[in-house]
């Protein structure tokens, strides 16, 4: 794979949820990065819920997720997935383009270890509380976080309710996140895409926008003319006989 320095490259930024609204925030948020030597897509799924709460919706999503670029894989350089969690459909996609695919949870993680001695996640309803905990360990960087917080919020609330009410209970989440050790905090919900900069001002530590950050993870390795690794987790799918799957996925046992 090129470097971009050398042509312009395409990023496909997939919603794994179908929400509109939050599509459109999180488009919002990266056009503040001015990567003019990218044309970015951001895409919402082409099916299933408007939200993702849980280990349920991460499954429908992710087949929805290879439903979408099923015809479409050839068309981008890099992958961005825009749930704030170990999503399945990251290394299934590696696996099915060899390109470089970047979820926004890890991103944010890998960046926030850098930024100071322990983070804490903010993150929505307290299910996604042991989730994140199992995806930092998963991750490989377990020690550099000092824990994941809830703000009693579902996904969906962070658009139903004032931005005012969202503020106040990411604040009161990121002051326990501080309180237990915390110096840097990631904003752990798509959802909560460019409050980033208004959480700083209040608690005076470096916040990081979770689909920010995965937008720059995924521009370096392209940039450094990185791809995914087929040698042995992200092999190629072995062709198979297929029985009663969909036409456009049968593509992936050819």
Known sequence: MQSILNEKKRFLVINPNTGWEMTKQIEESLKGLKLDDVKLEVAANVAGPVSIEGHTDEIISSYHILKLIAERKTEYDGYLIACFSNHPSIKALRELTGKPVVGIAEGACYMAAMAGNLFGIVTTSQKWVPMLKEAVECFGIKDKCAGV????????????????????????????????????????????????????????VPVVDSCEAGLMMLYSLCHMGLWTSSLCMYAPNLPRETINLEKDMEQFYV
């Open 149 to 204: 917080f809830s703000t009693g919020l579902s996904v969906t609330e962070l658009h139903e309710l004032s931005g005012e009410e969202v503020e106040k209970e990411i604040l009161n989440a990121g002051k326990k996140a501080l309180a237990a050790g915390a110096e840097v905090l990631c904003l752990g919900c798509a959802g909560m895409s460019g409050l980033h900069k208004r959480i700083e001002r209040e608690l005076k």
